[in-house]
């Protein structure tokens, strides 16, 4: 079917805000992971699911961020009392299982704006 | 600490020509290697890894342990492969460490 699908695809909010990024991945893929992109950078790892439960939420930079993955498929983060330095793109991949053989597949991303 | 290194953020050569997009880094274990890529308006995607020793749309890359490098090669290089490339490192569970990427300009 399709591939991973992230919405919204362009978000602007203002300083203060809470936002919230959806992420939905293949179709059967147990694992899924989140990103995020800043400007000029690479992507910086934030957490993974394997299946519901956060297995490595080591990225997350504060207590801020929160993702959640209730039913095994969809993933929503969220990001509470927005800041400028949270503008970045984020992006969501997802894999079959979580075996360094199982290739990740990336989702277009989510551009977040944060004035 | 930066475990990734991608010391050049932008690459142009000719078309047929060679190409090496350097990749180093640091880690003390057995890693995980990758590179990605990422084409103009499209997804990042995986373009090989080093547990499979492939060589995708032409490019391989050797991993060398004592110089902790995974450069990018490919000895004749198209149009078609102008691009982002990141490496990136899986040290050990599921965080992936990416580089700050190349940017890859085949002139024609």
């Known amino acids: 079917g399709a591939g991973v699908s992230q919405t919204p695809s362009n978000k602007v909010t203002e300083k203060g805000k809470y936002v919230e990024l959806r992420c939905d991945p293949i179709?059967?893929?147990?694992?899924l992971y989140w990103y995020r992109q800043s400007l000029g950078q690479g992507p910086e790892f934030l957490i993974y699911f394997q299946g519901t439960g956060a297995a490595d939420d080591s990225g997350l930079p504060n207590d801020r961020f929160f993702a959640v993955r209730p039913e095994g498929s969809v993933s929503t983060l969220k990001i509470q009392r927005t800041e400028r330095g949270d503008s970045a793109v984020y992006l969501c991949a997802s894999s079959l299982s979580s075996g360094a053989d199982n290739e990740q597949f990336f989702g277009p991303g989510t551009r977040l704006t944060v004035l | 600490a930066q475990r990734v290194t991608q010391p050049e953020k932008l690459l142009s050569v000719f078309k047929g020509a060679p190409v090496e997009l350097k990749c180093n880094y640091s880690y003390s274990g057995s890693p995980e290697l990758f590179w990605y890529v990422q084409y103009s308006r499209q997804r990042l995607q995986l373009l090989l890894r080093h547990i499979s020793r492939e060589s995708i749309k032409g490019f391989t890359a050797d991993l060398n342990k004592g110089e902790t490098s995974f450069h990018l090669k490919k000895p004749f290089a198209q149009e078609e492969d102008s691009a982002m490339y990141y490496c990136?490192?899986?040290?050990?569970?599921?965080?992936?460490?990416f580089g700050t990427g190349t940017s890859l300009t085949v002139i024609p």
């Open positions: 179709s059967g893929h147990t694992a």
């Open positions: 990136a490192l899986r040290p050990t569970g599921n965080q992936f460490y």
